[in-house]
């Protein structure tokens, strides 16, 4: 339900935008908007003919610290990166650049010998039985990692269940 009110938020946004032709009447719209929504914060960023018109940020950018939305906070998206990810594997797969059944040896240097059977697919469907980093392992993570960071904490841990015999949520898969 979130992710249509946010949907909904930003596209009644942009059509009080391009309705006034202006930028600088958005914020009390805004502010009511988030108020009625529950919405914590948000960064909004209004271009007109291919120029920046506002910049703001509202609200709380994280609740638990205090921190302030800015015009040019970074968000951490977690889950919402995952449609975008597999979209991208299925049109380099299109393109015949990958294949779905490409093991992701092929992929990260020096894979442990147990994902040996682990494909691209079971990897898109949460059928790879790799640990998830943040949900099995309890990570917390306040600050950026990189993939090659993630890899290496659970490399060496053995998969939940043979490739492809059941599903498990994994964020360790993307």
Known sequence: MRRRIGILFVLAC????????????????IKAQM??????????????DGKIVKAKGYGLANIELNVPA???????????????TATAILLLAQDGK???????????????????DVTLRHLLTHTSGV?????????VIRQDVTPDTIV???????????????????NSGY
């Open 14 to 29: 942009l059509t009080v935008v391009s309705s006034r032709g202006r930028a600088d009447s958005v914020d009390d719209y």
């Open 35 to 48: 108020e009625r929504g529950h919405i914590t914060g948000l960064s909004l960023a209004v271009a007109k």
């Open 70 to 84: 800015a015009a040019n906070t970074v968000y951490q998206l977690a889950s919402v990166t995952k449609q975008f």
């Open 98 to 116: 990958l294949h779905l059944e490409d093991r992701i040896g092929q992929y990260i240097e020096a894979a442990p010998d147990a994902w040996k």
């Open 131 to 139: 640990k998830d980093y943040l949900n099995e392992l309890h990570e």
């Open 152 to 170: 290496k904490s659970i490399a060496g841990l053995p998969l939940n269940f043979t490739p492809g015999a059941k599903w498990s949520y994994s």
